[in-house]
DNA sequence: ATATTATATAATTATATACTGATATGTTTA
DNA sequence: TAAACATATCAGTATATAATTATATAATAT
């Protein structure tokens, strides 16, 4: 049981993680870290087509990582918790570290 | 070529995650935080087969989130910065999160 | 009531991804 | 030198995923 719980919380661990593994939804997500934002904003801030956003944005809901807010015609999505912005910084703070591993590592090749 | 900039950032990022989003890669990543490990202890750790986890370390390498030291006939896999750790725990962290938002949506649906 | 706007959903298609089994390559041991 | 062990790679297959087009649904304006 205790083995199915591990592999519950994993699965659900990549579950939220697929949420972030898509160009598309990334750019969604960057562009939500500014404030709530409706769909025909972010389709303009995204260059998306409204399906595309729409599917993604589902998805995104799905996994957690957004909440949606319908007033009137207008639905507005924001980031479900600071730590989904946190989530992207860290990212950027890992990729800035592997980019410079691979450039000393260019260096020294080159010597 | 500011945009195509952004683009590149954004697909280099959703490289990134994607390395989280599967639950084969997850779990060898969680295997690596308690240090460095090499391929069979990984497979004995995960019940993945070796040349899944081979294929997975080497999707791991590609995305930068790991680092490879070879000594003699065994390889060691690490975690390629503290940060990487920082993301699961953050993960897990945003996950409780999500989960009590839908905890207590249920217990308001049942009013 | 109808038209317009905003958004969600369905069906289809193309592409990407994950696993297995077989096998290749490199290191160590006998 | 050959066998054993550790690991990487390849080919094939099945499944998942992303985008598009068409369309449905809901809210607002006329």
Same mark, same amino acid.
């Given at each position: 049981?205790?083995?199915?719980?591990?592999? +519950?919380?994993?699965?659900?661990?990549?579950?939220?993680?697929? /949420?972030?593994?898509?160009?598309?939804?990334?750019?969604?997500?960057?562009?939500?870290?500014?404030?709530?934002? +409706?769909?025909?904003?972010?389709?303009?801030?995204?260059?998306?087509?409204?399906?595309? $956003?729409? +599917?993604?944005?589902?998805?995104?809901?799905?996994? /957690?990582?957004?909440?949606? $807010?319908?007033?009137?015609?207008?639905?507005?999505?924001?980031?479900?918790?600071?730590?989904?912005? +946190?989530?992207?910084?860290?990212?950027?703070?890992?990729?800035?570290?592997?980019?410079?591993?691979?450039?000393?590592?260019?260096?020294?090749?080159?010597?």
């Amino acid at each position: 049981m205790l083995l199915t719980a591990q592999t +519950n919380a994993i699965s659900l661990k990549a579950k939220l993680f697929r /949420g972030f593994s898509d160009p598309s939804r990334l750019s969604i997500l960057e562009c939500l870290l500014d404030g709530p934002r +409706n769909v025909s904003e972010i389709v303009a801030a995204t260059d998306l087509s409204q399906p595309n $956003a729409s +599917n993604h944005l589902a998805c995104l809901r799905d996994c /957690g990582l957004v909440t949606a $807010a319908q007033e009137g015609r207008y639905v507005y999505y924001r980031l479900s918790d600071d730590r989904v912005a +946190n989530l992207l910084t860290l990212a950027d703070e890992v990729l800035a570290e592997v980019a410079r591993g691979v450039y000393e590592c260019t260096r020294v090749s080159q010597t």
